[in-house]
């Protein structure tokens, strides 16, 4: 995303973006993903201005925040990994990959959030997860450990 229309600063970067977004019906969805592609979350003074700028409350932007899980209103790690627990996954071994994840990613200082997600449309390959928006099928808990320890720099088995 570019930001060139604007000076650099919060405000007017979020100015630019609600601009870029103008006109269109119901453009709250577009400009949050937009303002957490720029900023890696949704800060709490982008909503601010975010409420500001759509005339709507505080309040009402910070539910869709919430709501959606793909918006975070906190920095994320570095790498983001979301395992898959719709029933096609569990079925061949879902539930063991989501436990790895969980227990790997528990590390402190660690640099990997994992997430849950609810079929990534790659069912015939499961178990399925993804990886910095990369879908990888046929996940094992030795794989979450690859992916996990690597991202971390290395760490005990
Ligand atoms: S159930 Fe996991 S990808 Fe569809």
Not at 33 to 39: E, G, M, P, R
Not at 85 to 92: I, P, T
């Amino acid at each position: 995303m570019t930001t060139e229309e604007s000076d650099g600063t919060l405000p007017s970067t979020i100015a630019a973006i609600c601009r870029r977004h103008s006109g269109r019906e119901g453009p709250l969805l577009a400009i949050l993903h937009d303002v957490q592609d720029t900023f890696g979350h949704i800060p709490d003074e982008a909503v601010r201005h975010v409420a500001y700028t759509l005339n709507l409350t505080r309040a009402e932007v910070h539910g869709v925040v919430r709501f959606y899980t793909d918006f975070h209103a906190e920095p994320a790690r570095a790498h983001r990994l979301k395992v898959c627990r719709a029933e096609a996954c569990q079925a061949v071994g879902g539930r063991a990959v989501w436990a790895a994840a969980q227990a790997l990613s528990a590390v402190p200082d660690g640099r990997v959030e994992i997430e849950p997600v609810y079929c990534l449309g790659n069912c015939p390959c499961g178990p399925s997860a993804q990886w910095d928006g990369r879908t990888l099928g046929r996940m094992t808990p030795e794989r979450v450990h690859e992916l996990v320890a690597a991202a971390n720099g290395g760490m005990p088995s």
